[in-house]
């Protein structure tokens, strides 16, 4: 699924192209992409209609389009769940229908502008989907409720980091696993937990209850910098699953030191770096900078 830096690089892409349109009409061709939205598609067409587009958020992993209705009363967000595989895409109007598209959204031109862009939602596998929720207010910022529970990112201006390392430290599990609970830190998924973890030296299976301070302030440090360096890279992608809104891929793949790299020779010390199973998916790290610690009797 894509983390914080491919979200980004998508919420960037709006922003750029949707800010201030308004939706004329919406176009809902697969039921699954709207499953989200209890009242159904024709429901979440209704509400869509007439709106205008206010801001492009993102809260660690989560997307959303604040939009604005003519006769809305309550703050409203247009949230996106990108899956597996799904891409928001802005594409010239008359542009030729995509394999796997799944909603079709068009918008009005601005003054002197012969057509507007469409916005559309592709997703070959169906794991995404769209969901109109309002806003609610938590700690000053609003957020639609499906995302209210998620903790700040690393990247967001208003990240405590010392409240993180205290919450991370007081659990009873392995690090890796806190690094990836976003109720504590979003944003960070597999990739970005892996190659923080080698930048941190660190093994994933460290307890967080012995674990200092130093070392949660490193490997949030060095999930901080390995997202941002994704970021200016336009993120990770690994298929033609993942793309910007104009359709090109990131490329950060090239610079990973950690996930993917199994048996290739660690950049830092020249040991062949492994694969563990973990949580149905794969750690990658290195057996001689990261040792695993000792099993507690």
Not at 83 to 98: H, N, R, T
Not at 230 to 240: K, R
Not at 261 to 271: F, H, N, S, T
Request: glycine share 8%; hydrophobic share 40%; charged share 25%.
């Amino acid at each position: 699924m894509p983390e914080l830096p491919e979200v980004e690089v998508v919420r960037r892409g709006l922003a750029e192209h949707l800010l201030g349109r308004i939706v004329t009409s919406v176009e809902v061709r697969h039921p699954r992409a709207v499953r989200r939205h209890v009242a159904g598609a024709d429901d979440l067409a209704a509400q869509l209609t007439g709106a205008r587009v206010l801001t492009a958020d993102r809260r660690g992993k989560y997307l959303w389009l604040e939009v604005e209705g003519p006769a809305q009363r309550d703050r409203t967000a247009l949230v996106v769940h990108l899956g597996m595989s799904g891409q928001m895409l802005v594409q010239p109007a008359g542009a030729p229908d995509e394999k796997h598209l799944r909603i079709r959204v068009r918008l009005r031109p601005h003054d002197g502008e012969p057509d507007a862009p469409e916005l559309r939602f592709v997703d070959q596998r169906t794991f995404g989907g769209w969901a109109v929720e309002p806003l609610v207010e938590v700690d000053g910022a609003w957020l639609p409720r499906p995302v209210a529970h998620i903790a700040r990112d690393p990247l967001d201006p208003a990240f405590d980091l010392e409240a993180v390392v205290t919450a991370l430290r007081k659990r009873r599990t392995e690090l890796k696993r806190a690094l990836l609970d976003q109720t504590l830190v979003s944003g960070i998924g597999n990739i970005y937990a892996d190659e923080a973890l080698w930048r941190a030296q660190l093994h994933g299976r460290r307890p967080t209850d012995v674990i200092s301070r130093p070392q949660v302030r490193t490997v949030i440090g060095a999930a901080t910098e390995v997202m941002t360096a994704a970021l200016a890279q336009g993120g990770t992608s690994f298929d033609a699953l993942y793309v910007n809104v104009n359709g090109a891929s990131g490329y950060f793949d090239r610079s990973l030191d950690a996930y993917g790299q199994q048996d290739r020779a660690c950049a830092r010390c020249g040991a062949a770096i492994v694969r563990e199973q973990f949580m149905n998916r794969s750690s990658f790290s290195c057996p001689h900078c990261q040792p695993p610690p000792r099993r507690r009797r």
